[in-house]
């Protein structure tokens, strides 16, 4: 198995909506604002090379939209992410899964192109993508809270191509899908958010999408006022890093604009950062 961070571009979003209750004067020591209050995020995807596969973990936002729509995100760098694959040795048509972890635009945007003014088509033709049928639903009817983060051009078009295929969610951790990779389910964020555990070497890495956004993220209370049930948000969090902790898990941060992994550890505080660093420091 080879693992490589895909680079799709930065972006911008308030710093208040990333941290929650957190105040600004606590949070900004780790991710500094600008003078409209906003922080600067990855949106980093994984590339998973393994027996004959090449799996692409999310895509990031894309490049479809509205200038209008892209103007409130400030998006910037020179990364993307046809460029970043072709940076690793291979072509957009030498994927062969897509893992979306949920389908908020800043996940799922580059699974889908533009084809025409009002026609779409799927950016990896060869490719398998995969959902899961609860998240499907919950993207496809959408709550008034997330409606405007579910965008039926990044959705709709991956079943109408025929590509799409679900994993069975079986309790919160599915372990019977790819070779080498588990999936944990958690629902604070969105329902149904599902995260690659990937087994590799003497490692296992955690693929966190937005149940850790980053670093500054590790307290217990730091969750994101995107979070569509915050309570259950904690619980996880709780759980999970209890686990990292215990474990030694590698957690792969997709939002983290400093920081590709981190390690956490217990301390009389709880749970906190132990060591930040690239993956290439495990490859």
């Known amino acids: 198995m080879k693992l490589y961070p895909i680079e799709t ?49 999310d895509t990031g936002i894309g490049d479809k939209q509205s200038e209008q729509f892209f103007s409130h995100y400030y998006l910037s760098g020179d990364a993307s992410l046809q460029k970043s694959i072709e940076a690793a040795g ?30 779409f088509r799927p950016v990896f033709k060869n490719a398998t993508y995969w959902s899961s049928e609860r998240h499907w639903k919950w993207a496809t009817e959408p709550n008034a809270r997330e409606k405007a983060s579910f965008l039926k051009e990044n959705i709709l078009p991956i079943r109408e191509s025929g590509q799409l295929k679900f994993v069975e969610r079986t309790g919160d951790y599915t372990s019977n899908v790819f070779n080498g990779i588990d999936l944990l389910f958690v629902d604070g964020h969105t329902d149904s958010m599902m995260l690659p555990v990937i087994h590799y070497k003497e490692h296992k890495l955690v693929f966190m999408a937005d149940l850790l956004p980053s670093t500054g993220h590790i307290p217990l209370p730091y969750v994101m006022g ?4 915050p309570l259950i948000t904690l619980d996880e969090k709780g759980r999970f ?8 898990l590698v957690l792969f941060l997709e939002h983290d604009f400093y920081n590709e992994c981190c390690t956490v550890k217990h301390t009389e505080k ?9 993956l290439k420091e495990i490859l």
């Open 9 to 57: 571009g930065k972006f911008k979003l308030d710093g208040g909506a990333m941290f929650g209750v957190v105040p600004k004067t606590i949070w900004s020591k780790t991710n500094p604002a600008d003078e409209n209050n906003m922080c600067s995020w990855s949106m980093r995807c994984l590339l998973i090379e393994d027996n004959g596969k090449l799996m692409l973990v």
């Open 90 to 119: 291979f072509s957009m048509d030498d994927i062969t899964d897509v893992i979306l972890t949920h389908l908020h635009f800043d996940h799922c945007g580059g699974a889908i192109a533009r084809n025409g003014q009002d026609q």
């Open 270 to 278: 709880g749970v906190r950062l132990e060591n930040a660093f690239p």
């Open 241 to 248: 890093f209890q686990k990292a902790a215990d474990e030694k």
């Open 226 to 229: 995107y979070d569509t049930r």
